[in-house]
C-alpha cells in the first residue's frame, strides 16, 4: 500500500476515535446504494440503475437509448423525468400524478428489499460502530429496521408523515434499541412514498429548503459564539457538540458541523443536492487553518477498470469540496479496513 493510502487511513482512524459528550462517534457516514450492496455481497444490486430497469419494465415503458449504454456518467434523474413525462402522456395523467405511480412502485420494490434482507448482520455491525447519526441516501429502511429487541419485535420510531418539503431535512428513525441512534433520509424512505426524490425537478425544489435550512444554521451558530472571538478548532467543535442537543437539528446541520465519510456511494453529478451542501460546507469552514478543518471522506475503490469510474476517480482525486479519498484495491478490503478502524477503538475503551 502506497505512502497516500497509509496517510489517508491513518487519518480516518484517528477521525474514528474521536468522540462526543455522549461517548458516540462524532463521525457521521452517509451511505448510498453501494452499503447495500456490500451488505448483501452483491446478492442485489440495489442501484438507481437496477431500480430504474425493473421500473421500466412494470410499466411496460418503451426502452430508452440509455438502457443500451453503461449508465454510470449518465443522468439518472434526467432518466427519471423521461418516465414520469412518458407515463403522462400514455395515461393522460398530470406529470405529479404519474410520478407518485412512480414513487409508489418504488416504495414497493424497497419494502421488498427490506424484507429480504433487515436479519443480515452487517447492518448491526456497522451500527455497533457507535455512530450518533448515520445519513441514508438510500429510500430503504433496512439499516433502521435490522435492530431488534429481545423479543425479536423491531422499535423504530419517527417523525409523523408530513410530505412537506422542509420536514425532508428533520425525517428519521429514532433506534431505540442501539442507543437512541438516529437514521436519517435526505432523500425521503419508504415509509412515505410521496416524500421519495429522484428527478431533476424534486432536487431543484429541494435546493431551496436547504439554502433556508443553511441560513437558520448560521444565525444559531451567531448565537451561539461570541462575535468578538475568532473561530479556532476549539471553538468550532463546541459548537458541533451543541449541534446535536438542538431541538431542531436536521441532517443538513450534522454534515456542515460533523466529520464525515461517504459509503457505498457514487457522487455522480446528479447528486446535485449533496454537492451543493458539501460546497456550502467547505465555504463556512474555509476560516479555519485546513489543519483545523473537519474532514470528508469517501471510501472509494481506485482499481476499477470500468472508465466512467476512473474518470471519476481522477475527479474527485481533485478533492472537489475538500473530499479525501478513502482508497482501497477492492472494495471487500476497503470495508474490512473500515470495520477494523472502529474495532481497535472499541478494544481501546474496554
Same mark, same amino acid.
Given at each position: 500500500?502506497?505512502?497516500?493510502?497509509?496517510?489517508?487511513?491513518?487519518?480516518?482512524?484517528?477521525?474514528?476515535?474521536?468522540?462526543?459528550?455522549?461517548?458516540?462517534?462524532?463521525?457521521?457516514?452517509?451511505?448510498?446504494?453501494?452499503?447495500?450492496?456490500?451488505?448483501?455481497?452483491?446478492?442485489?444490486?440495489?442501484?438507481?440503475?437496477?431500480?430504474?430497469?425493473?421500473?421500466?419494465?412494470?410499466?411496460?415503458?418503451?426502452?430508452?437509448?440509455?438502457?443500451?449504454?453503461?449508465?454510470?456518467?449518465?443522468?439518472?434523474?434526467?432518466?427519471?423525468?423521461?418516465?414520469?413525462?412518458?407515463?403522462?402522456?400514455?395515461?393522460?395523467?398530470?406529470?405529479?400524478?404519474?410520478?407518485?405511480?412512480?414513487?409508489?412502485?418504488?416504495?414497493?420494490?424497497?419494502?421488498?428489499?427490506?424484507?429480504?434482507?433487515?436479519?443480515?448482520?452487517?447492518?448491526?455491525?456497522?451500527?455497533?460502530?457507535?455512530?450518533?447519526?448515520?445519513?441514508?441516501?438510500?429510500?430503504?429502511?433496512?439499516?433502521?429496521?435490522?435492530?431488534?429487541?429481545? #423479543?425479536? $419485535?423491531?422499535?423504530? +420510531?419517527?417523525? !409523523?408523515?408530513?410530505?412537506?418539503?422542509? /420536514?425532508?431535512?428533520? %425525517?428519521? =428513525?429514532?433506534?431505540?434499541?442501539?442507543?437512541?441512534?438516529?437514521?436519517?433520509?435526505?432523500?425521503?424512505?419508504?415509509?412515505?412514498?410521496?416524500?421519495?426524490?429522484?428527478?431533476?425537478?424534486?432536487?431543484?425544489?429541494?435546493?431551496?429548503?436547504?439554502?433556508? #435550512?443553511? $441560513?437558520?444554521?448560521? +444565525?444559531?451558530? !451567531?448565537?451561539?459564539?461570541?462575535?468578538? /472571538?475568532?473561530?479556532? %478548532?476549539? =471553538?468550532?467543535?463546541?459548537?458541533?457538540?451543541?449541534?446535536?442537543?438542538?431541538?431542531?437539528?436536521?441532517?443538513?446541520?450534522?454534515?456542515?458541523?460533523?466529520?464525515?465519510?461517504?459509503?457505498?456511494?457514487?457522487?455522480?453529478?446528479?447528486?446535485?443536492?449533496?454537492?451543493?451542501?458539501?460546497?456550502?460546507?467547505?465555504?463556512?469552514?474555509?476560516?479555519?487553518?485546513?489543519?483545523?478543518?473537519?474532514?470528508?471522506?469517501?471510501?472509494?475503490?481506485?482499481?476499477?477498470?470500468?472508465?466512467?469510474?476512473?474518470?471519476?476517480?481522477?475527479?474527485?482525486?481533485?478533492?472537489?469540496?475538500?473530499?479525501?479519498?478513502?482508497?482501497?484495491?477492492?472494495?471487500?478490503?476497503?470495508?474490512?479496513?473500515?470495520?477494523?478502524?472502529?474495532?481497535?477503538?472499541?478494544?481501546?475503551?474496554?
Amino acid at each position: 500500500m502506497s505512502t497516500d493510502f497509509n496517510k489517508a487511513w491513518n487519518e480516518f482512524r484517528n477521525v474514528a476515535a474521536r468522540r462526543l459528550d455522549t461517548g458516540a462517534c462524532h463521525l457521521v457516514p452517509v451511505v448510498g446504494s453501494g452499503f447495500n450492496m456490500a451488505a448483501t455481497r452483491g446478492r442485489e444490486r440495489d442501484s438507481w440503475f437496477v431500480l430504474l430497469k425493473t421500473i421500466r419494465k412494470e410499466f411496460d415503458l418503451p426502452r430508452h437509448r440509455s438502457f443500451s449504454a453503461r449508465l454510470a456518467g449518465h443522468s439518472m434523474t434526467a432518466l427519471w423525468e423521461w418516465f414520469v413525462s412518458t407515463i403522462a402522456n400514455q395515461t393522460g395523467s398530470l406529470a405529479f400524478e404519474a410520478e407518485n405511480q412512480l414513487r409508489k412502485k418504488v416504495q414497493e420494490q424497497l419494502k421488498g428489499f427490506e424484507e429480504r434482507n433487515r436479519d443480515i448482520p452487517f447492518y448491526r455491525d456497522f451500527l455497533a460502530c457507535g455512530f450518533a447519526d448515520v445519513l441514508s441516501l438510500n429510500f430503504d429502511r433496512t439499516l433502521a429496521l435490522s435492530v431488534t429487541t429481545g #423479543a425479536g $419485535s423491531r422499535i423504530i +420510531q419517527s417523525p !409523523g408523515i408530513d410530505t412537506t418539503w422542509n /420536514a425532508s431535512l428533520l %425525517r428519521h =428513525a429514532v433506534l431505540a434499541e442501539a442507543g437512541q441512534q438516529r437514521v436519517w433520509y435526505p432523500h425521503g424512505d419508504t415509509q412515505a412514498y410521496k416524500m421519495i426524490k429522484l428527478g431533476i425537478r424534486d432536487y431543484g425544489v429541494y435546493i431551496e429548503s436547504l439554502n433556508d #435550512a443553511f $441560513s437558520a444554521y448560521k +444565525q444559531a451558530e !451567531g448565537v451561539f459564539k461570541d462575535p468578538d /472571538a475568532p473561530w479556532s %478548532r476549539e =471553538a468550532y467543535r463546541a459548537w458541533a457538540h451543541k449541534v446535536r442537543q438542538l431541538e431542531r437539528v436536521n441532517w443538513l446541520w450534522l454534515l456542515l458541523s460533523s466529520p464525515v465519510v461517504f459509503l457505498g456511494c457514487g457522487m455522480t453529478r446528479d447528486e446535485w443536492p449533496m454537492w451543493w451542501a458539501l460546497h456550502q460546507r467547505a465555504r463556512n469552514q474555509a476560516r479555519l487553518p485546513s489543519k483545523d478543518r473537519d474532514p470528508v471522506f469517501i471510501l472509494w475503490n481506485v482499481t476499477v477498470g470500468d472508465p466512467n469510474h476512473n474518470a471519476m476517480t481522477e475527479w474527485l482525486r481533485t478533492a472537489p469540496a475538500g473530499i479525501r479519498l478513502l482508497p482501497c484495491y477492492d472494495w471487500g478490503q476497503g470495508w474490512n479496513d473500515f470495520f477494523a478502524a472502529f474495532k481497535d477503538q472499541q478494544a481501546k475503551l474496554g
